[in-house]
């Protein structure tokens, strides 16, 4: 097998080896200098090659995306998932989503690929179908996720999985125990979800942290055919 030429003490820190293990376009890599002109932190590399693959284990065909963004982490998701998927992608800012669409259009992907929804995502995910989705992934406001925890869960089909971006958000600086808002909202999710029978939790040290859930209902044998 062909060597990379990289190995770990090339860099300060683990982090940046996984960052840099992937390696980006120039479609993602202008969404993601967009996402930062725009003020909305992109996911890093390695949390988006974590969303590619996935949406690729799960052959997804139906993905929710909660916070556009510039179109960064949905350009992975669309890259990973079935070549007749689906990614619904919701923002309450029209920007974001404007420069997503040109992220999509410039990665070759057709509207048909992808419906951008702005509004609150608490107030969409209700209208979404029951059980009709392989991921959901959370990457919005932080005070509300133990709110997407519970919406997002009934979207998925058995074998669906959650993912929540920045979970380890809480752990940054020298208080142990952050009293932010999100920093309580972020400690719950966790909980929950490790708490949850139904639930089979991981924790990835990527980026700030990628907080996934698998809905495996028990009692289950077997899942329904994909």
């Given amino acids: 097998m062909r060597s990379t030429g990289i190995t770990v003490h090339d860099y300060r820190d683990y982090h940046d080896y996984i960052d840099s293990f992937v390696t980006e376009d120039e479609a993602l890599a202008a969404a993601r200098e967009r996402g930062q002109e725009l003020g909305c932190l992109p996911v890093g590399p390695g949390s988006g090659a974590a969303l590619r693959f996935l949406a690729g284990a799960l052959a997804a065909r139906a993905v929710v995306e909660l916070g556009t963004g510039a179109g960064s982490s949905g350009l992975c998701l669309l890259r990973g998932m079935a070549s007749n998927g689906v990614l619904t992608s919701i923002d309450i800012e029209p920007e974001h989503q404007r420069v997503a669409r040109q992220a999509f259009t410039e990665a070759g992907f057709p509207p048909s690929r992808y419906r951008l929804i702005m509004g609150q995502a608490l107030d969409v995910l209700p209208r979404l179908t029951d059980g009709g989705y392989d991921l959901v992934f959370v990457d919005a406001a932080g005070p509300e996720y133990p709110l997407y925890l519970e919406a997002g869960v009934r979207l998925l089909r058995p074998g669906g999985v959650i993912a929540f971006h920045n979970a380890l958000a809480h752990c940054r600086g020298d208080d142990p125990v952050p009293r932010d808002?999100?920093?309580?909202?972020?400690?719950?999710?966790?909980?929950?979800?490790?708490?949850?029978?139904?639930?089979?939790?991981?924790?990835?040290?990527?980026?700030?942290?990628l907080?996934?859930?698998?809905?495996?209902?028990?009692?289950?044998?077997?899942?329904?055919?994909?």
């Fill in 181 to 209: 808002p999100s920093a309580a909202a972020l400690r719950a999710v966790g909980t929950m979800i490790r708490d949850d029978d139904n639930l089979l939790p991981l924790l990835l040290p990527l980026g700030d942290g």
């Fill in 211 to 226: 907080l996934l859930a698998l809905r495996i209902d028990r009692g289950m044998e077997t899942y329904p055919a994909h």
